[in-house]
């Protein structure tokens, strides 16, 4: 009784594809200002989420971001044009995880949801956000439907 030619091959295929999983982890996360970061098996299950809000206004115009979560409140931050604002979490599989941002600038705000579970339309591990003069931009240059009020 031995292993058939298929099965032999399929074991094979297995351990080739999961030798990669580190490099391939590593190699994507290299892109972003020389940050690298070390395989984590729990990335599989409960993979780690970013979450960044960056100052893009001009004339050097502060806004005040406020974020939380039902666990976590992250608090304001005061960003000058050019700065920004990240967190990292893993996402609460079982109760699902919000986190929502509102965001003033002068007399206007704008307020929505950086990350909601269920909803990966926009981003997946990494989720970026821009407040410009006119609007926030979302993930991969999406466009929100919210412009300051």
């Known amino acids: 009784m031995g292993i058939s030619n298929t099965n032999m091959i399929l074991i094979l295929s297995f351990f080739v594809i999961l030798s990669h999983i580190p490099t391939l982890s590593a190699a994507s996360n290299q892109q972003e200002e020389g940050y690298k970061e070390q395989f984590n098996w729990r990335d599989i299950f409960t993979p780690e989420i970013t979450v960044k ?3 893009k206004m001009s004339r050097g115009e502060k806004i005040a971001v406020h974020c939380q979560s039902k666990d976590d409140d992250l608090g ?3 960003l000058y ?3 920004y604002y990240q967190w990292k979490f893993r996402e609460d599989v079982l109760d699902g995880t919000r986190f929502e941002c509102h965001i003033t600038w002068r007399e206007k705000s704008a307020q929505f949801d950086a990350w ?3 909803e990966r339309n926009n981003c ?3 989720c970026f956000y821009q407040a410009t003069n006119n609007r926030i931009i979302g993930p991969y240059n999406y466009f929100f ?3 300051w009020s």
Do not use: V
Request: no cysteine.
């Open 53 to 55: 809000i960056t100052n």
């Open 76 to 78: 304001t931050r005061i």
């Open 81 to 83: 044009p050019g700065q």
């Open 116 to 118: 909601k579970s269920g």
């Open 124 to 126: 997946i591990k990494k």
């Open 145 to 147: 439907d919210i412009l």
